[in-house]
């Protein structure tokens, strides 16, 4: 091309007809992509806001998912909280029915009333409501005897042994040497029988087997002692010795008013040789006398027959020993009367029926029952009586063991029985042929079988209840099982939202306090009352959660419109930064177009003038 030349205007309109070219090509991109700004060439500023808008604006739509994610997420927990709400609804209702129905078993029994009764005839219920523990029931009225008494109105005082007479002398420690003629005595009276020498030379000392004859212990001197006391006819048996350390004492083996020993000072060699010896034998202390054995003499009549008891150390020692012997010496004696009492008095109780009247007496009845010993003097009342249907009735009807587990009632002289249990109820003193007659037969009332179906279908319902927790989950994620969920709001990350249940704790029957419960929890009113406050409480806790979980719901769905509009505000801002006005670029376009075909035009003008050389040929 550099080897061509042309014209001045032929080279204008060619240069004319490029830029033309170059703003068409310009105009149809814009047109073509609708952006007036399609690089950072076209306009920088523009061109770099607007891409950080339209970043900001992708950030957030992906953000848009998650929060979708988070309400499905809330609505399948919502979606459980109902099902569980109909699920306690249905609990509830199976208890309230549970408590209106009250298709108790009942069994109409013969009273027998004609036979003459023992007292002893009872009418025993166990099972059921009542437990294991029976309660019974007499069948038969006591009468209106009175039982003889004696209460005892001061401690037993119980008898003593008799002590032994005692005598000591004081021994000073000093060696003492017994030659071959050195002596000392010492005499003796046991119980005034009369003195009795004893003496100690070399021999006595030797015959311990002490061979350097020397005293010189207080247990030297006791061992010599009473080797010669059990040498001596008269003191064998009727004496011993001891010491302390300090003294020796002489007690009497005897017993009884009057047992003594008498001591004699012990004397030293009568030549002098030896007056040591003496001083063993210096300052006798006086002695006691023994103390006789103190007995207890009591006599206890029915009326009938009279028992004389002497009470002793060794048969009535105290107050326990002693009730039991008495008891030992009244039977043995025919004398109808029981020995009781507790602690340290002994108490008497005649026949049961007060068919005699108990007196005690004799020297010592005050050292055994006190001086003022409460009696009662028995009555002979009305004989015992069968109890009418009517009193029965009564009766069970007010006994406290059995309020709200037995009802009973008068079936036209028969006494109808209504088991108010779920369990079967046993009751005892029925004969085979159905007559309440106190026999040892048993027969028994079938539970109430539509509160026990009742209680399967609440365990059921429970049961169901921990399904419906466990199946509440979306994307994996189960806010009824205890499980967090996070939502993030901004590109940022620094607004987010936290879901999970109060405390973290799972929605299930545990978390409820529902507990699985037999058929026996639905046998009182006041137990089905009870379970229907806790299905309450457990239908206000789910309410509850109910509500703080559409309280997040709210708070999520308003956040995700927000978030919405924001995107739609920043893509339409970045796009007023870079979109062409298509009606301004479609006038441009045809503007060039026009301009094109002039500068077409006008290039073909110059050529043709450029051409006009040729006609010189």
Same mark, same amino acid.
């Given at each position: ?18 830029? %033309? ?7 149809? !991109? ?58 306690? @609804? ?30 002893? @005839? ?29 209460? &005892? ?47 100690? !030379? ?48 002489? %007690? ?113 009845? !005050? ?130 939202? @936290?879901?999970?249940?109060? @405390?973290?704790?799972?929605?299930? &029957?545990? &978390?409820?306090?529902?507990? %699985? ?83 077409? %035009? ?16």
């Amino acid at each position: 091309m550099s080897d061509i030349t042309l014209s001045a205007g032929v080279r204008q309109n060619l240069l004319s007809l490029q830029q %033309t070219a170059d703003l068409m090509s310009q105009t149809q !991109n814009r047109l073509a992509t609708g952006k007036e700004v399609n690089s950072a060439l076209d306009n920088p500023t523009n061109f770099f806001t607007s891409s950080s808008l339209q970043t900001r604006a992708s950030d957030l739509s992906s953000l848009l998912d998650s929060m979708s994610n988070g309400i499905k997420t809330l609505e399948a927990a919502d979606n459980g909280l109902s099902a569980i709400t109909n699920n306690l @609804e249905s609990m509830q209702s199976t208890l309230r029915q549970a408590r209106q129905d009250k298709s108790f078993k009942t069994t109409s029994y013969e009273v027998d009333t004609g036979s003459s009764p023992t007292g002893s @005839e009872q009418l025993s219920f166990s099972g059921g409501a009542v437990g294991s523990t029976a309660v019974d029931i007499d069948l038969v009225n006591a009468g209106t005897s009175t039982q003889s008494t004696v209460t &005892a109105s001061a401690d037993y005082t119980a008898p003593t042994a008799a002590t032994s007479g005692v005598n000591s002398q004081t021994y000073t420690a000093s060696a003492v040497a017994y030659g071959a003629t050195d002596t000392s005595t010492i005499s003796i009276n046991v119980d005034g029988a009369g003195a009795e020498t004893l003496t100690i !030379n070399q021999a006595a000392v030797q015959a311990v087997g002490d061979n350097d004859s020397t005293v010189d212990t207080i247990d030297e001197l006791t061992d010599v002692l009473n080797n010669l006391i059990g040498a001596n006819g008269n003191l064998s048996g009727n004496v011993v010795a001891s010491n302390d350390g300090t003294n020796i004492t002489f %007690t009497s083996q005897s017993t009884g008013s009057g047992s003594s020993v008498a001591i004699t000072a012990a004397v030293g060699d009568a030549d002098g040789a030896n007056a040591a010896n003496t001083t063993f034998g210096i300052g006798v202390n006086s002695g006691t006398d023994g103390d006789a054995a103190v007995d207890r003499a009591i006599t206890i009549s029915d009326g009938t027959n009279t028992a004389s008891i002497t009470l002793t150390s060794a048969n009535a020692g105290d107050a326990s020993t002693a009730r039991t012997y008495i008891q030992s010496q009244l039977t043995a004696n025919n004398v109808n009367a029981t020995v009781g009492g507790s602690g340290n008095r002994i108490d008497l109780a005649g026949a049961a029926d007060g068919s005699n009247s108990l007196t005690v007496g004799g020297a010592n009845a !005050n050292d055994v029952f006190g001086s003022s010993a409460t009696t009662v003097a028995g009555v002979a009342g009305e004989a015992a009586a069968a109890k009418t249907v009517d009193a029965l009735v009564a009766e069970i009807n007010s006994h406290s063991s059995l309020d709200g587990k037995i009802r009973a009632s008068n079936d036209n002289g028969k006494l109808r029985i209504e088991n108010q249990s779920t369990q079967d109820l046993d009751i005892g003193g029925v004969s085979s042929s159905g007559t309440v007659d106190g026999s040892s037969s048993t027969t028994k009332i079938e539970g109430n079988d539509v509160r026990g179906d009742l209680a399967t279908q609440f365990n059921e319902l429970k049961d169901q209840l921990d399904k419906l927790s466990d199946d509440a989950s979306f994307n994996g994620i189960n806010l009824l099982r205890g499980d967090n969920l996070q939502i993030t709001f901004n590109e940022t990350g620094t607004s987010t939202l @936290e879901i999970q249940t109060k @405390e973290g704790a799972a929605v299930n &029957a545990a &978390a409820l306090k529902l507990e %699985t419960i037999d058929a026996a929890k639905l046998d009182a009113d006041s137990d089905i009352d009870a379970l229907i406050g806790q299905v309450g409480d457990a239908l206000n806790s789910i309410r509850s959660q109910s509500s703080a979980f559409g309280s997040n719901l709210s708070m999520v769905e308003n956040r995700q419109d927000f978030t919405q509009s924001m995107i739609n505000t920043l893509q339409t801002g970045a796009d007023n930064l870079v979109l062409a006005d298509t009606n301004e670029e479609a006038a441009n376009m045809l503007a060039l177009q026009t301009r094109q075909q002039l500068s077409s %035009t006008a290039l073909s003008l110059a050529s043709q003038q450029d051409q006009a050389v040729l006609r010189l040929f």
